[in-house]
């Protein structure tokens, strides 16, 4: 009854995004723009013990301001506020603007802040908790465009550059399992910042318990990482994949699992971008759709603006985080992917990439063949490569495209 209940919410336009317990805990995913600020916003102004946040990209623009003085607020009130974000990422934003929030007694440190041995691996993650007991994960970044809200231009015009993505409100026990992993994190960050071999250590050594919620962390190791490990155990042993991902480029093995689906009766359903600011991901994509249509699985392009959702669904178990589906995330990068192993959240996830299909372009083998030309076969390799090798920040300035035509 309870899952008839969410989905019945869902289908209402101005119902809030439900509540979904599992467990002893609460959990709401959270897609409309204004719905997830005022979930951050609201996480940090409740706080009244501590906060922790890391995020891949911090801007100064109108929400970076927004959100340093509510954590300003929060130091001056008293809550013991600490923040990480990471070099490349957010190498846009001057150290200077986080100055006000160290002056009010705020812990602030950048990851891999110089040239190191670690220093393209990159700290991919999101994540903001409050008191230990509430958090706030997803792809989502700080910055304007992921929250829908626009600047105009120098004529009063603005345009829409917004992401399409998803966070996760967790509140209960679970969330002390996530603070502990803050503290490892910042450990390294203020001891060891840097060092490669204390780094593959850190995410070997990692324990993602057990049961229903999983930490998953993934990064620079001599081993496979446990996300990894863990989507491809699910692929091999699942019968139905539901898949949104802002960059889908996966290696060999992974993409036979993916094939594999429906060898064995099963369905696969990938929702990718259409429109992204990194026309090399799309190319990188288009490059493995011949291989996958073969095997009966479903492709769609998602239109109505770029998309950045990370929400992986195979069967029962729900993965969502900072995680694409790239080398780069699966292998290279620092990721958090939580493991959620729930049918009826299972439901409700997919749910959510119902909504998304209905904007969504399906890829036909048709349409491939048509796109498939000898030139875009060439940019669509050579942005394969690019993407599992560089960072994502990097291949942003290389403008291969996606080989569109007008009317795609």
């Not at 989502?140 to 550059?161: P, T």
């Not at 429109?275 to 090399?280: Q, S, Y």
């Not at 080398?327 to 959240?345: C, K, P, T, W």
Request: positive net charge; hydrophobic residues 40%; glycine residues 8%.
């Amino acid at each position: 009854m309870e899952n008839t209940k969410v989905k019945a919410q869902q289908s209402h336009p101005d119902a809030p995004p439900p509540w979904f317990e599992v467990g002893d805990n609460r959990l709401r995913l959270i897609r409309e723009p204004a719905d997830r600020l005022a979930a951050l916003t609201d996480l940090l102004a409740a706080a009244d013990k501590s906060l922790k946040l890391f995020f891949y990209m911090f801007e100064d623009d109108g929400l970076g301001e927004r959100i340093l003085a509510l954590l300003i607020a929060a130091c001056q009130r008293g809550v013991a506020v600490e923040m990480m974000v990471d070099s490349f990422g957010s190498n846009g934003t001057p150290q200077k603007f986080f100055d006000p929030f160290i002056e009010a007694g705020g812990k602030f440190a950048i990851f891999s802040p110089g040239f190191s041995t670690s220093y393209f691996v990159r700290n991919h993650q999101k994540m903001v908790i409050a008191d230990d007991r509430t958090a706030l994960i997803g792809g989502f970044n700080i910055a304007n465009d992921y929250f829908n809200l626009q600047q105009a231009d120098g004529d009063g015009h603005s345009s829409d550059n917004s992401w399409e993505d998803l966070g996760l409100a967790i509140e209960g026990p679970e969330v002390a399992n996530l603070a502990s992993y803050y503290r490892v994190l910042s450990d390294w960050v203020r001891q060891r910042n840097g060092d490669m071999r204390s780094l593959r250590k850190m995410v070997r050594h990692w324990d993602p318990g057990e049961g229903q919620f999983r930490w998953l962390l993934g990064g620079p190791s001599n081993r496979i990482s446990r996300w990894a490990a863990a989507i491809k155990k699910d692929l091999e042993m699942g019968s139905r994949l539901d898949l949104v991902t802002a960059y889908f480029s996966p290696g060999q093995g992974l993409l036979r699992r993916i094939g594999g689906l429906s060898k064995r009766g099963g369905t696969s359903r990938l929702m990718l971008p259409g429109k992204t600011d990194n026309g090399a991901t799309i190319g990188a994509s288009r490059l493995l759709y011949g291989y996958l249509l073969k095997r009966r699985a479903r492709i769609f392009e998602y239109q109505p603006r770029r998309l950045h959702t990370k929400l992986v669904v195979v069967d029962d178990a729900v993965y969502i985080g900072s995680a694409n589906f790239d080398l780069r995330s699966l292998f290279i990068n620092v990721e958090m992917m939580l493991r959620i192993d729930d049918a009826g959240f299972a439901d409700h996830a997919r749910a959510v990439i119902d909504m998304l299909e209905e904007n969504g372009e399906r890829i036909t083998p048709e349409l491939h063949r048509s796109r498939r030309t000898f030139l875009n076969r060439l940019r669509w390799t050579l942005s394969y490569f690019l993407v599992n090798t560089l960072d994502y920040r990097i291949t942003r300035r290389f403008n291969f495209g996606s080989g569109n035509r007008p009317s795609e």
